[in-house]
């Protein structure tokens, strides 16, 4: 096998020559390049000679947003950004998630460190599966609209269906697709959603951060034994699944699932096992099959079940798993996700007290 052509941006000199090193020692990954400015990095880009970008954000001059943005409207390219996940890195990571990165990995430590050798491994690894990724050009961050409305499939209307609860998983691209979900969604659910995005374990509060302040709803990690909650986002936490078990969250157990732990197929499983036809399940953009199976035990239950339109998603592995196997109820492009998932809920109600005060009659000076 060829190996994946790795293009290097890094202004550290220590750092850049540390990543060469990590990179030629993995056979799946040659370095191709390895510069210091965005600039120069463009160029290569421009002229095809990278597979997979490993991207720093602070550089001089032009920014690693900057590079995001030109790269992903100009020559698309998987770009995995290192990144400390502490502080304003955390969050400017997550802001590259959002911009079109398609990972975030944390920067490698001293080769003195003990994590070192397990650092190393998780860049190597996540640069050698994101070359293989074939991205759609994208204008201003737009989400690119489906051709077509698709064809409405056999079965119940979406108007026999009622939920009591939403489970959302995603993986690569997940941070925009969410974003762009939730926002279109426009207002807190009269249910509680369960939402599994895969991600670096070290990113994700900060990645809960972002998401509650971008979105209408709250966002929160999900804690073993609480009650989930109308109108809250509840996040399985990192490294984890995330169960909904008599009426409560269930968070435990490492074991990878679908090669994920939290994994959405464990999430979405649950659900049909708890609340049966009362279920709602979402997979979207994502590499992998994670979430397919658990979707099709709602289907099953008699839930309604829906899968990203390839026209949306920036990788459709998860969602095409979905297809495949039958467990998509409905398969629909983003915006058409978020104008249709209100329509299983009923509307929140008021709090008891405005409630009462709205049934009174209105006195008459």
């Not at 993995?26 to 390895?34: E, F, I, N, S």
């Not at 900060?206 to 971008?214: D, R």
């Not at 104008?339 to 008891?352: E, I, Q």
Request: proline share 11%.
């Amino acid at each position: 096998m060829t190996p994946a052509r790795v293009l290097i941006v890094e202004d550290s000199a220590v750092m850049r020559t540390l990543v060469c090193e990590l990179i030629e020692a993995d056979p799946r990954l040659r370095v191709a390049a390895a510069v210091d400015r965005v600039e120069s990095a463009l160029d290569l880009v421009r002229r095809g000679s990278a597979d997979v970008v490993s991207l720093d954000l602070r550089l001089p001059g032009m920014t690693g947003m900057d590079f995001i943005a030109a790269a992903m409207s100009e020559h698309p390219v998987p770009i995995v950004v290192l990144s400390s996940a502490l502080g304003r890195g955390g969050l400017s990571a997550i802001q590259a998630l959002r911009a079109g990165a398609v990972a975030v990995v944390e920067k490698p430590p001293s080769p003195h460190d003990p994590s070192f050798e397990r650092a190393g491994a998780t860049l190597c690894t996540q640069l050698a599966i994101m070359s293989g990724l074939r991205l759609v050009r994208r204008r201003d961050g737009a989400v690119p609209a489906a051709a077509a409305p698709p064809d409405p499939p056999p079965g119940p209307p979406l108007g026999a269906f009622r939920s009591s609860v939403l489970g959302v998983v995603a993986s690569t691209g997940g941070p925009r697709a969410l974003e762009r979900l939730f926002n279109v969604i426009g207002r807190p659910l009269d249910a509680p959603i369960l939402l599994v995005q895969h991600m670096t374990p070290a990113f994700v509060e900060n990645f809960v951060t972002w998401l509650g302040s971008v979105v209408p709803m709250p966002v929160v990690l999900a804690r073993h034994g609480e009650a989930p909650r109308h109108g809250l986002i509840h996040m399985a936490p990192p490294g984890a699944h995330l169960e909904l078990r008599r009426g409560l969250l269930a968070v435990g157990g490492s074991d990878p699932v679908d090669g994920h732990a939290p994994s959405g197929t464990v999430l979405l499983r649950s659900l049909a096992e708890e609340t049966g036809g009362a279920a709602a399940g979402v997979v979207l953009t994502g590499m992998g099959v994670d979430g397919a199976a658990g979707l099709a035990r709602i289907r099953e239950a008699g839930g309604a079940t829906f899968a990203e339109d390839p026209s949306t998603a920036v990788v459709d592995g998860m969602p095409g798993a979905a297809r495949r196997l039958g467990a998509a109820r409905w398969v629909l492009p983003l915006d058409e996700l978020g104008t249709t998932l209100p329509g299983l809920f009923s509307p929140p109600r008021p709090p008891p007290s405005l409630e009462r005060r709205q049934s009174q009659p209105k006195e008459i000076p």
